[in-house]
């Protein structure tokens, strides 16, 4: 729920998918609907698939991004090649439009480093997930702070949640980027909650965004359950900070529809009413509402959607599959550009472990 | 610059020039960095010389600094940051284990971080509390990290340029008791020293006393005390403490057949147990005493009525080589 504050609060659509004022120019471009749309539809069919697999044991924990499909389509519909994307461990949205393969997400939350190995060169600078809360914010201002140094219009998005608004690394993040006005757009997925903590006793401010305020720069809220809100905000952000017109922290609210992760029970620590209402807001069926309330959507598309975006799931889970284990030895490859001539014994007592196991590592 | 005299601290601003000249991707920042040229003075005249865009002064963030340079580093900079003692170094330490040290195996090389952070390292200052740590033991158990400590000016800039053009994460510890003792003929001529390697300072025969750091001043001595008593003693300095260049130590060991280690921080844990307990594996039965460790004990450094006492003395040393010499 939004708090009263004096900080700007975008929404165009109701819950419900009407039209709650006028519609923004861009959003004239029926064509770009839906793609967003489709792209939404496609981030969910592959969260389902990866729990799925996490339930039948072929990957294991992962973070469910349910519920947070407008914002990652949003920034991953309008950050440009060359900017860099410094995600967190829910942006499995962002990051398949950013040019990250679903088999490489597969492989991460499966078990394998070559999920952070992007092979498309779209995103050979692009972050890997982040696991430490917030630490990924200050990665983000070194980024930005070369392309500062270096003069060169790029802009950085870093995203992470409600609660990693709570740590030094976020704070310290922002105070530097207002310091020094970095191309960076921080995105708060504020979605309520930080595994059980609530988002009212994560924070005495009455919003997340003026934190930015502190920091000496830009801070705004949005509905981050509507895509026509998100996408404006985000494209207004990144225009601003490319223009060198500094940073901004942009403050998604949105709702974690599903578990921290896999290995997570919400409901311990939640209402079913709650959630309930919660599935109410959703972004998908609100975007959807909106353009068959505008006659460019039909629903009897949608079966043509789920079937292809389906077969794009599937196909991505044959390739995971078929994509074997790495060689015992690449746990010693990169540790360093080149395996210290000092630690040549342990290299040998590792080699002479994996011959004792005849079989090498583990390969399930 | 110019060929002359220098002081371990000048050494370390001679390397920082030449570095910085040599690749535009060198960017130096820390706080006091800048205007001030660093609260040592070690990095005095690069602002004037390189710019405020490469020589940053930053916000007063040890956390934020640790963080920023892997951004930095990722983009093909080579940022070399000053944490202004290795009290403060603890907030960087998240993203030192966390992130720094295992990018390169996280992304399977595609995003790497080659930096160096630069912090004074040691009691003997009289400074305040918090200024005279001496924690490497706490780095060295990071794979992926490397840890250094020069004790000499030729050693400082050797090493210092061959931690800036190493392609990972680089911890260079500098003995704050050293910066300004015995100025000593340095050429600039930007030779890097092998990192992984230890240095023998003396060469000798009936006991080996290893060190790295401010010690190695004290250990030096000793060994000249013992030399006056007929005992040739074999001095090293460790220099690279992770990774550790085992091979350099056990062969004198060998040779010897007792060892002596010297370290300014505590026992238990400290580098000393590793070395002892990898020269036990690797030459058991050519020893002919128990390795024996010279240390502080397991306290904070004392403020500076005290610290004396917690710095391995000449004495300390003579101490246990003599028990060495001596064992049945």
């Known amino acids: 729920m939004p708090h009263k504050v004096a900080l700007p609060y975008t929404r165009y659509l109701s819950p419900d998918g009407q039209l709650l004022g006028d519609l923004p120019a861009w959003a004239d471009d029926f064509n770009l609907l839906t793609r967003l749309y489709r792209q939404m539809v496609l981030t969910r069919l592959f969260d389902q698939k990866a729990v799925a697999l996490q339930r039948t044991g072929r990957i294991g924990t992962y973070a469910p991004t349910l519920g947070q499909e407008a914002i990652g389509v949003a920034i991953g519909s309008l950050m440009r090649p060359e900017d860099v994307l410094v995600p967190y461990y829910r942006d499995t949205a962002v990051q398949l439009m950013r040019g990250v393969r679903m088999e490489e997400i597969l492989l991460y939350w499966g078990g394998d480093e070559r999920g952070s190995d992007f092979v498309d060169p779209a995103v050979a600078e692009d972050f890997p997930i982040c696991v430490p809360i917030a630490t990924q914010a200050l990665h983000a201002c070194g980024v930005a702070s070369a392309f500062k140094i270096r003069g060169e219009h790029r802009v950085v998005v870093t995203t992470c949640g409600d609660g990693a608004t709570s740590k030094g690394d976020f704070l310290e993040a922002l105070n530097v980027a207002g310091t020094w006005q970095l191309p960076v757009v921080f995105v708060v997925n504020n979605n309520q909650w930080a595994i059980s903590v609530p988002r009212r006793i994560q924070c005495g401010a009455p919003t997340l965004a003026q934190k930015a305020i502190g920091a000496g720069f830009h801070g705004e809220q949005v509905d981050g359950n509507d895509m026509l809100a998100v996408y404006d905000r985000v494209q207004v952000a990144l225009e601003r900070a490319r223009h060198g017109k500094g940073p901004v922290l942009l403050e998604c609210l949105s709702y974690r529809l599903g578990d921290h992760t896999t290995a997570d029970d919400a409901t311990r620590y939640r209402a079913a009413d709650e959630v309930k209402q919660a599935w109410l807001e959703e972004p998908i069926k609100r975007l959807q509402r909106f353009m068959v309330g505008q006659g460019v959507w039909e629903g009897n598309r949608e079966q043509a959607l789920m079937v292809e975006c389906q077969a794009l799931v599937q196909r991505a889970v044959d390739n995971f599959e078929a994509a074997g284990t790495q060689a015992p030895e690449s746990v010693l490859d990169y540790v360093y550009a080149q395996w210290p001539a000092a630690l040549a014994e342990q290299r040998e007592m590792f080699l002479e472990r994996l011959a004792r196991r005849a079989g090498g590592a583990d390969h399930e | ?328």
Request: glycine share 8%; net charge negative; with cysteine.
């Open chain 2, 1 to 328: 610059m110019s060929n002359g005299t220098f002081s371990l601290l000048e050494a370390v601003n001679l390397a920082l020039h030449r570095a910085m000249a040599e690749d535009e991707n060198v960017i130096v920042l820390g706080e006091d960095v800048g205007v001030n040229g660093g609260v040592f003075r070690a990095t005095l005249g690069l602002r004037d010389s390189f710019g405020f865009k490469r020589v940053i002064d930053s916000p007063l963030a040890e956390t934020m600094l640790g963080g920023l340079v892997i951004g930095m580093a990722a983009q093909g900079l080579k940022p070399v940051v000053e944490i202004q003692f290795m009290g403060f170094i603890y907030a960087t330490m998240e993203h030192l284990v966390s992130h720094a040290s295992r990018m390169r195996n996280r992304t399977r090389g595609r995003i790497t971080c080659p930096m160096v952070l630069r912090t004074p390292m040691g009691a003997g200052i009289r400074a305040p509390e918090h200024h005279s740590e001496s924690t490497e033991a706490l780095f060295a158990h990071i794979p992926g990290l490397r840890v250094l400590v020069p004790s000499s000016p030729a050693r400082a800039y050797g090493l210092l340029l061959a931690a800036i053009d190493d392609l990972d994460p680089v911890l260079f510890l500098e003995p704050t008791r050293l910066y300004r003792m015995n100025p000593q003929p340095l050429v600039d001529d930007g030779k890097r020293l092998p990192l992984d390697s230890c240095f023998t300072l003396r060469e000798g025969s009936d006991i080996t006393l290893i060190s790295w750091g401010a010690s190695i001043v004290e250990t030096l001595q000793a060994a000249n005390a013992l030399a006056e008593q007929g005992v040739s003693a074999e001095v090293i300095d460790v220099a690279c403490i992770k990774p550790l260049d085992l091979d350099t130590l056990e062969a004198s060991v060998r040779k010897t057949g007792r060892c002596v280690i010297v370290h300014e921080a505590p026992r238990t844990c400290g580098v000393g147990a590793e070395i002892a307990a990898s020269l036990y594996e690797r030459a058991l039965l050519e020893l002919q005493a128990p390795i024996l460790r010279v240390t502080a004990p397991d306290i904070p450094p004392p403020l500076y009525r005290l610290e004396s006492l917690y710095i391995p003395g000449v004495e300390d040393i003579l101490h246990a080589c003599d028990s060495t010499l001596n064992f049945a």
